[in-house]
Structure formats: C-alpha cells, structure tokens
C-alpha cells in the first residue's frame, strides 16, 4: 500500500549506503525499510520491493519487532539509548540461516533528533548454525552471547580469558578468535599447563640453550617462539605451580624472555588467550594464584555456557558431531535416541557427548542410533527411563504413560514411521505431531 508520509531522504545519505560493501540500510524508528544499498538487495532480496517492508520481517521473517519476539534488538536499543548499538543475530540469507553482526546508528535531523538509523550486517564466518562437519555450531541465545564477544574481542590485541566447566569447547573458541584476528595468518601454538611442571615449565615454554641441564644436547626453541606473530593458548591456567607464575607474569610484563641457561634477552611477540574451568578469584583469595597475574590475564572474560544451559542447541550439536565421528557411513540419531539425550544431564558437556556419538557409531551396524546404542546412564534420567526397563513400576500420568510407550516403541520398531503409524493405530500425521511434541519438550 503507498505510504505519502514516508520521509524524505537526503540525497547525501542515499549517495553515502552504496559506499558500504556489505548490506546496508536506512531505517525508519518504525522498523520500516525506507532505502537500501545493493548489498543488501542482493543479500535480503526475494524479487519484491524491500522498500517501505519491515526490517524485522525481510530478515528475521518475523511477524513481529524481534524485540518483541524475545530478542535484543538493535535498532530498539538505539532509539532507548540514543547511541550506536550492535548485536548478533540469526538472519535469513541466500545461503539459508546466518549468524550475522548487525550495527545500529542513529542519523540526527538539524535539531539534534533521530530521523534515521542506519543499519550495517556483516556476515559472521566463525559459528554455524545448521550442522556442520567442523568448526562452532550452535544457535541458541546463550551460545550467540558467546559469539558476539569473541566477534568484539577478535580484531583487537587484548588477552582473553575463557571460563567455564571442562568439556564445553574452550580449544575451539580461542580458535575462533584466532581466525577472526589480524594473526590468523599465524600459528595457534596451544599448551595443556596441566602437563607443564615446574622442572619444565621455563624449558617448554622459553626453550633453552645446548649444554644448559644434564641432556640438553642441542638449543630448543620454546612455546612462546614457536606462536611468534601468532598466539598463545595457555589451558588451563590455573594449574601453573605458584613458583612459575611470576615467571609468566614478567613474559607478559616485559614482552621478552629467556632461554634456560642463555644470557641474551628474546622479544616475545603473541596474543595470549587462556583458559581454565578453576575459579581464579577463589584461588587468589586462597593464595594459590597470583592476584597481579589474574588482572594481567582478566581483560576480557568469556563465560562459556554447559551443554545444559545451551540445551536447545543438543539435536545441532549431536547432529554435527555425529557427522565428525561416522565418516562416510553418514549416521543418523534416532528419535528415541535423541529423547535419551535430551534427558540426560551431560556433567562432561560437549566432549562427553561426542565420546557417546563416537561409541555409538561403534556399536551401531545400521544407519540410525537407537537408545540401545548409548550408555546405560543416558536412558536412566527423565523421561527415557522405561526404554531400559519395565514400563509400568509406578503410578504415572496417562501422557507420561502414552509418551514412554511412544519412545519404547521407537526405540524397537524396524520399519518406517508410516508402518509404525499403522501399528499403533493413529495416522501418519498424528504420529509426527506427537514425535515433534516429544522432542519440544
């Protein structure tokens, strides 16, 4: 429908969206589409006029403001703040769904008023959210959080400190910010300083020179050379014995080091990122950390978030990692299988659910995995329960009773889901509708 009361835009403005290479556009406080540049044609185009649309429904193909839908929206918080506002979202593309970094700007009139807002997306290459055989996945809020940090922190020099419970994928965060910084042309030079104790912690990490100890019969090259114009990923932090720490301190300190039994000073040149799944500040309080080191390495704290928090993004990750750990024989995880993962808490998180894809790949001479295929303790919690034992042991609800039915059967039956429609007495469509209930719950 024609809109007569659309502003006018200055013709400096329209000139100034073709400048940006990647999708651009200016908005209305409305959330109303009022001009775009060809990128963002290209990008968000579905052979329909973009103008007057609204900006949440051409990439997000929402009904309503994102904001309200539960999302941070920038262009909401622009107009609330009055400041340039930027945010990661999901947003539709091409190429289907894409973690996109979206920065919000307000355009002031003479008398100091927002009249306009200038969107500008730029793809994120870091973090997939549809399966993927390698890399970052993941979709839910807390995970887009995470991916939104590392996207701010990334391009700058600052030392990042990853927190978190083992197992939740600190390696490949510090990854990630590696490829998304000015070093990713260099080496990622990792170290497990749970390995590293205090007879070799000066060796491994400076090296040392020929002659310097009993069995140094040639110079050695440390760590720190080694990540020369490129990083150094520190594990587990924590675990460095309190003697060595003042040693990494003045590395940090000064940018130079030496080699076990060599005079001459070396410049140190990384980017340092560490982690660790210890509290720091606990161990600072107990004395077992040192308070000057734990600010040196504090600048930017990454709080990862367990399996549990993240849970939505399970069938994602499973899927994913199933792709890694099957090859070419290209394995599926049941229904069954699924609602047995759902249920169960995952105290190791990401790295204990691909040891249970990996040993259900093994055991598996099919092309599904089924609940038999997982651990014992995986069908013992929640709902899945009955799939490993007797189905009646206690007075239950009607729908738990239908629903544990639903999964046994799954979890047994051979042929496809129309022939288990006609088993069990319900149509195809009923039955689909009961499974999607299922695994929305």
């Known amino acids: 429908m024609p809109h007569s009361n659309l502003p006018e835009i200055p013709a400096e403005l329209l000139s100034m969206l073709d400048v940006f290479v990647e999708p651009a556009a200016l908005l209305g406080a409305d959330y109303r589409i009022l001009a775009t540049n060809h990128a963002y044609r290209r990008t968000y185009g579905d052979g329909h ?27 909401r918080n622009a107009l609330e703040s009055d400041t340039a506002q ?6 539709h ?5 894409e973690h996109v970094d979206v920065e ?57 400190l990853l927190l978190g419970e ?12 590696h490829e998304a910084s000015v070093r990713r042309n260099g080496p990622f030079v990792p170290v497990d300083c749970t390995g590293l104790t205090e007879t070799l912690f000066e060796s491994e990490l400076f090296g040392h020179e020929k002659g310097s100890f009993t069995g140094a019969q040639a110079r050695k090259f440390g760590l720190v050379e080694a990540a020369r114009g490129g990083t150094l990923f520190l594990d587990e932090i924590g675990e460095i014995p309190l003697a060595q720490q003042v040693k990494l301190l003045r590395l ?7 080699r076990v039994g060599g005079i001459e000073p070396q410049k140190a040149d990384f980017r340092l990122i560490c982690a660790t799944h210890r509290d720091l500040k606990a161990m600072v309080e107990a004395g077992t950390f040192r308070r000057d080191l734990y600010y040196r390495i504090n600048a930017f704290p990454i709080l990862l978030p367990s399996l549990s928090e993240r849970s939505e993004d399970l069938p994602l990750l499973a899927e994913s990692l199933l792709q890694r750990v099957s090859g070419e024989r290209r394995l599926r995880l049941g229904d069954a299988a699924l609602a047995c993962l759902r249920s169960y808490s995952f105290p190791g998180n990401i790295r204990e659910l691909r040891n249970i894809l990996e040993r259900a790949a093994l055991l598996c001479d099919g092309k599904v995995i089924l609940p038999e295929h997982l651990p014992e303790e995986c ?22 009773v239908e629903q544990r039915y639903l999964l046994w059967a799954l ?8 022939a288990l429609a006609e088993q069990l007495g319900l149509s195809e469509r009923t039955l689909y509708r009961k499974l999607r209930e299922l695994r929305e719950k």
């Open 49 to 75: 006029s973009l103008k007057t649309r609204f900006c949440y429904e051409v990439s997000h193909h929402y009904a309503i403001p994102c904001d309200q839908a539960g999302e941070n929206c920038p262009l």
């Open 86 to 91: 930027r945010v990661l979202h999901l947003h």
């Open 93 to 97: 593309t091409p190429n289907g769904e």
């Open 104 to 160: 919000m700007t307000p355009i002031r009139d003479t008398e100091g008023n927002i009249r306009f807002l200038l969107e500008r997306m730029r793809v994120s290459r870091l973090a997939s959210p549809i399966p993927s055989a390698g890399g970052l996945v993941g979709r839910s809020p807390v995970f887009n959080k995470v991916l939104e940090l590392v996207q701010r922190v990334a391009p700058s020099e600052s030392t990042v």
């Open 166 to 177: 083992s197992g939740t994928g600190k390696e490949l965060i510090a990854q990630a910010v």
């Open 252 to 258: 940090l300190e000064s940018g130079t080091f030496r």
């Open 379 to 400: 069908c013992l919690d929640g709902e899945a329960r009955p799939l490993r034992g007797a189905l009646f042991g206690e007075v239950i609800p009607l729908e738990d």
């Open 411 to 418: 979890a047994r039956f051979q042929g496809d889901k129309r």
